[in-house]
DNA sequence: TTGTATGCGTTATCAA
DNA sequence: TTGATAACGCATACAA
């Protein structure tokens, strides 16, 4: 296999043609404060007139550091770390420092394998999902010196920085919200339940016990990832379990949507028969007929505020706070507006 | 700042424990077969005892080449290339290249400055969305010596090498479609007017022209990103510029669904009053009420094939075919399936 | 403000 | 099959 070194201009190009050492137009890069005006000048003119650009490998391997910020979701394809990674891309956007994703599929195992090749990059910082990590993988983290920012959720015992907001108090939120427009027989539907949504299940329970309705029979829930057709087929295997249901809170969106299709399909009118309450919404949450009521989360803030809360860190500018919680809003809609005399 | 390295255990420290060279170690990492049974054993041994793990900037900067293939999107938010990218991944899984992503915006300038920031890391290969590339980053890409694989698209005179689909056959199909159902007054819905979104237009227009049904006033686009809001804004405004449209042809899934939903709250019938027709075949349009009609593209197996060809090339073993169309069907659903005596 | 010497961890080359 | 030596391109430490 070949060399994919083409006319590489060296930084000792640079300084003979500028007529200083290597080490000047080192500094001129990265200090330029501590270069004569003169030295700059000339620098900057051959480095645009030879194309100059630093070997990042090199600078790495001499530096013993990257500016690299590595970033670890547990899906790319999640609509919820979509935004994400926007709102991360945004705020790194101008900066010197360099985003990374990687994918660790919501497996603890990949994350692990993930963070030791990030660590092996040398990396400024790294930004990670959630606060489930392995116990290997948090004594990676800590042993690393590098600056971390655990995202979307939250805790009292951060590994260093964190930006997100709490499941279990967003589930009970929305589980109220739909006990106080009079629906009685509340179900559940989840797919791929991850940490989070499993925290989200938990605070449903936890109102709904303490209003005495809870019925395990009305929790539907499924390892695959969540889709609007399994929101429909979801919906049908509560409706054929407990057929008395009166409304429903879904771990997100897609399924919302999808348990909407199926109540048209069966000619249930949503709200009167049947209150429908989404989680995170999604922009098509407003637009849906009837426009479906939802937990808004604040995905791309989280990302815009963990990268910026980063890049402080990382510029000596120590956050003044390193644990935001960014909370959550019951978007009340039409799909939970229960008429007064239903059911 | 201080060295984010710790307690690096290089190939020194191996060779030494292992009784042999350093060169000897590298060659068992890369070269097996080259080294005696004893010593690779011996080696693994070390390996495995001191945790090494190779320095991925010593071994770009002595090599003269990485093992990371670049990916570069226009959107990460963009359901379709979340599809793209999950199949890269797949792909890319247990080989030994390394994905990484970067994101264009749909900025050929900004693509340009990737391309550079890429090369500068001197990837194995690069993929690369689209055909559309600034001459500049054209010529970027011919003089360097790693592979190329453009997606998304098709064309004749590829870069290199090239795995997508014809977006203005695909939306031409759609159209006659349309027109095999019966629709006379047919419009276009289309957002976010990047390379693909204009060549589907394009094939829309073709058709119409065509079969003397082509109405200007009946195309109704806007550069915005589109979303499920959108498609419902832009189906009110084409109603109200075009009163007696009888189908549309939406330029993705999103505008499709929210045109479905703005037709629920006026009251018209799809498909008697409306025909509807999107673009990708998102999962969702098979459950909506009633299921939408659209162009399924095969966005994951893009993504797995190019990376499977990549993967190829840079292993030595050339692919019998450069140049692969995966093509697109029309999956009729009931949102076209127009009754005789309407209209 | 500038330059010199040295080392970062690995691989290519060539000789043994 | 193995090893010694010399890069790779840059930054750190220190000296001038």
Redesign the interface.
Known sequence: ??????KTVTIADVAREAGVSAMTVSRALREPDRVSAKSLKQIRAVIDRLGY?P????Q??A????NVIGVIVPS??N?VF??V??GL?DAAGNTRW?V??G?SRYSPLEEESLV??FL?????GLVISGIDQSEETRKLLR????RIVQIMETTDRPLDMLVGFSHIEGARAATRHLIGRGYRHIGFLGARLDPRTQRRLEGFRDVLQDAGMMDENRIVTTPQPS???L??LLMADLLSRAPDTDAIFCNND?LA??AL?EC??RGLSVPADMGICGFNDF??M????PPITSVRTHRQEIGKRAMRMMVDA?E?REPDETLVDLGFEVIARQSTNRPRNAG
């Open positions: 296999m070949k060399n994919n070194r083409n650009v070997d990042p490998a090199a790495a391997l530096a013993g550091r990257t790319v394809t609509n979509a935004d990674m926007r891309y360099q990374q994703f994918n030791r090749t092996n990059q040398r990396p400024a042993e690393s010196s590098c889709t609007v057709t929101g429909g897609d949507l999808g299709f048209q399909r922009e098509m407003a637009s849906a007929v990382l000596g």
